[in-house]
C-alpha cells in the first residue's frame, strides 16, 4: 500500500482538536494558598480564561422555581451549557451552589441529570432513577433559597468528544460491545452507543491529558472553576455564601473544587470518601480515571487533601453498602477527617444502602447547605420523602 492510500486515522481528541494549544500556552492555575497550589499542580489545572459572555438560551418557570439553560463558550471545545435553578420571584441576593454531576457511565450527558427539565432525554431520566433516587437534585436545592448552577464539565454532555467518529482503538473495543448486543437481542439507543464509546476512550483523552501535562480532573477542575466564577458574577448572587455538592465522582470534583477556590465556603461529598490504600487492590478498578490521577497520592490522601481548603465547613455522607468503596477504608477516612478539623468544621453520616444518593441523603445535604449557608428562610419548601 503507498503511502497515499494507507487510510487516514481519525481524530483521537475529535471536537478539541485546539485543547492542546489551550493548555501548552498557558499558565498553571495559580491557587490562592501554596498548600492549594500543589493540588493544582499535581492536577495540571489550566489557568481559566473567563468567558467573554454567558448567554441565556432559554427561561421558564414551573414546579416553584425559574430554570435558565444558559451557555459560555471556554477557550477550546465546544460550548459550555449550564442550568441556573432559583426560587421563582427571588430578586435575591441569594446564596449561590455549584451542583456537580457525576461519572455514572454516563458521558452522553451531563448536569441534566440533576434539573427538572419539561422535557428530559432518556439518559438524564435513568440517570436520576439509578443514582439520585429519581430526583432532581439541583432544582430540589434551589427550591430550599438558592441560586444554582449546575453545567458540563469537560467531556460530558455539551463538552463531550465528538465519537461519532471513533479511533481506530475504541471503535475495536465499540465493535465488541455491539456484538454482544445483538447477541442479547438489544437494540442500543445513541446514548447507550455514545456512553459504550466514552468508557473506551476516557483511556485515550486521560492519555492525552497526562501528555499536555494535565488529567480528566484537572481539566474538569478547569471547567469547574470556569463556572463557579460565572456563578458568583451572575445578578442575584451573593459571592459571598457559596458552596458546592457532588455525589460519587461529582464528590471528587466538589473536594478539588473547594481546595482549589476559596470562594467555596461550605460543601457536600456523597459516596466519594475512602483511603487510597484501601483501594488496593481489588478496587482500583472501580474507578474511573476522573478520581485515580497518577500521582495524587503523593499529595495526600483524600481525606488529607480537605486540609488545604479554607471552606468553613463540609459534609461526607458514607453508604455502608457501596459497592464503589470498601467500608473499612470509609471508617478510616472517617477517623482521619475527625482528627484534621473536629466536629466544629467536619460532619460525617454514615448510611445504609449502596452506591446511591438517596432522598433521605439529599434531604440531609440540602438541610446542611440551608443552615451553613443561611439560606433566607422565607424562600424554602418543603423537601419531598421520596
Known amino acids: 500500500m503507498?503511502?497515499?492510500?494507507?487510510?487516514?486515522?481519525?481524530?483521537?481528541?475529535?471536537?478539541?482538536?485546539?485543547?492542546?494549544?489551550?493548555?501548552?500556552?498557558?499558565?498553571?492555575?495559580?491557587?490562592?494558598?501554596?498548600?492549594?497550589?500543589?493540588?493544582?499542580?499535581?492536577?495540571?489545572?489550566?489557568?481559566?480564561?473567563?468567558?467573554?459572555?454567558?448567554?441565556?438560551?432559554?427561561?421558564?418557570?414551573?414546579?416553584?422555581?425559574?430554570?435558565?439553560?444558559?451557555?459560555?463558550?471556554?477557550?477550546?471545545?465546544?460550548?459550555?451549557?449550564?442550568?441556573?435553578?432559583?426560587?421563582?420571584?427571588?430578586?435575591?441576593?441569594?446564596?449561590?451552589?455549584?451542583?456537580?454531576?457525576?461519572?455514572?457511565?454516563?458521558?452522553?450527558?451531563?448536569?441534566?441529570?440533576?434539573?427538572?427539565?419539561?422535557?428530559?432525554?432518556?439518559?438524564?431520566?435513568?440517570?436520576?432513577?439509578?443514582?439520585?433516587?429519581?430526583?432532581?437534585?439541583?432544582?430540589?436545592?434551589?427550591?430550599?433559597?438558592?441560586?444554582?448552577?449546575?453545567?458540563?464539565?469537560?467531556?460530558?454532555?455539551?463538552?463531550?468528544?465528538?465519537?461519532?467518529?471513533?479511533?481506530?482503538r475504541t471503535e475495536a473495543a465499540l465493535e465488541a460491545r455491539k456484538s454482544q448486543w445483538r447477541e442479547a437481542g438489544i437494540e442500543p439507543s445513541d446514548a447507550d452507543l455514545y456512553n459504550a464509546a466514552a468508557g473506551i476512550h476516557e483511556d485515550t483523552a486521560a492519555k492525552a491529558a497526562g501528555l499536555l501535562g494535565t488529567s480528566l480532573a484537572g481539566m474538569a477542575a478547569h471547567d469547574d472553576l470556569a463556572a463557579l466564577d460565572?456563578?458568583?458574577?451572575?445578578?442575584?448572587?451573593?459571592?459571598?455564601?457559596?458552596?458546592?455538592?457532588?455525589?460519587?465522582?461529582?464528590?471528587?470534583?466538589?473536594?478539588?473544587?473547594?481546595?482549589?477556590?476559596?470562594?467555596?465556603?461550605?460543601?457536600?461529598?456523597?459516596?466519594?470518601?475512602?483511603?487510597?490504600?484501601?483501594?488496593?487492590?481489588?478496587?482500583l478498578d472501580a474507578h474511573s480515571w476522573l478520581l485515580q490521577t497518577p500521582g495524587l497520592w503523593a499529595v495526600g490522601d483524600w481525606p488529607e487533601l480537605t486540609g488545604r481548603s479554607a471552606a468553613q465547613g463540609f459534609l461526607v455522607q458514607y453508604a455502608l453498602a457501596d459497592e464503589l468503596f470498601p467500608e473499612e477504608g470509609m471508617r478510616q477516612a472517617h477517623q482521619i477527617l475527625e482528627s484534621l478539623h473536629g466536629r466544629e468544621s467536619y460532619t460525617g453520616s454514615f448510611w445504609p444502602g449502596g452506591h446511591v444518593f438517596t432522598a433521605a441523603m439529599q434531604n440531609e445535604a440540602i438541610s446542611y447547605l440551608s443552615t451553613t449557608l443561611r439560606a433566607a428562610r422565607t424562600t424554602l419548601h418543603p423537601l419531598p420523602t421520596t
Not at 237 to 257: H, K, M, P, Q, T
Request: contains cysteine; aromatic residues 8%; charged residues 15%.
Open 230 to 283: 460565572i456563578l458568583a458574577g451572575l445578578p442575584g448572587v451573593d459571592a459571598e455564601r457559596l458552596g458546592c455538592i457532588g455525589f460519587s465522582g461529582g464528590g471528587g470534583r466538589a473536594l478539588a473544587l473547594a481546595v482549589l477556590s476559596p470562594r467555596i465556603r461550605n460543601y457536600v461529598i456523597t459516596c466519594m470518601m475512602t483511603t487510597f490504600q484501601s483501594l488496593l487492590p481489588a478496587y
Open 2 to 168: 503507498s503511502k497515499d492510500s494507507r487510510p487516514v486515522r481519525p481524530s483521537a481528541i475529535a471536537g478539541f482538536e485546539n485543547w492542546p494549544a489551550y493548555v501548552l500556552d498557558r499558565p498553571r492555575f495559580q491557587a490562592a494558598t501554596p498548600a492549594a497550589q500543589e493540588l493544582s499542580d499535581a492536577l495540571g489545572v489550566p489557568s481559566i480564561v473567563p468567558p467573554a459572555d454567558v448567554t441565556v438560551r432559554c427561561e421558564e418557570t414551573h414546579g416553584g422555581v425559574t430554570t435558565s439553560r444558559l451557555s459560555w463558550q471556554l477557550g477550546f471545545g465546544p460550548p459550555t451549557t449550564g442550568w441556573l435553578v432559583r426560587p421563582a420571584g427571588s430578586s435575591g441576593p441569594l446564596p449561590g451552589v455549584l451542583a456537580l454531576h457525576c461519572h455514572g457511565g454516563n458521558k452522553f450527558g451531563g448536569a441534566d441529570r440533576l434539573v427538572d427539565l419539561p422535557e428530559s432525554h432518556p439518559s438524564a431520566a435513568a440517570a436520576r432513577t439509578g443514582h439520585y433516587g429519581g430526583r432532581a437534585l439541583a432544582t430540589d436545592v434551589a427550591r430550599r433559597g438558592f441560586a444554582v448552577l449546575a453545567h458540563d464539565t469537560f467531556s460530558w454532555g455539551s463538552r463531550r468528544f465528538d465519537l461519532s467518529t471513533p479511533p481506530w
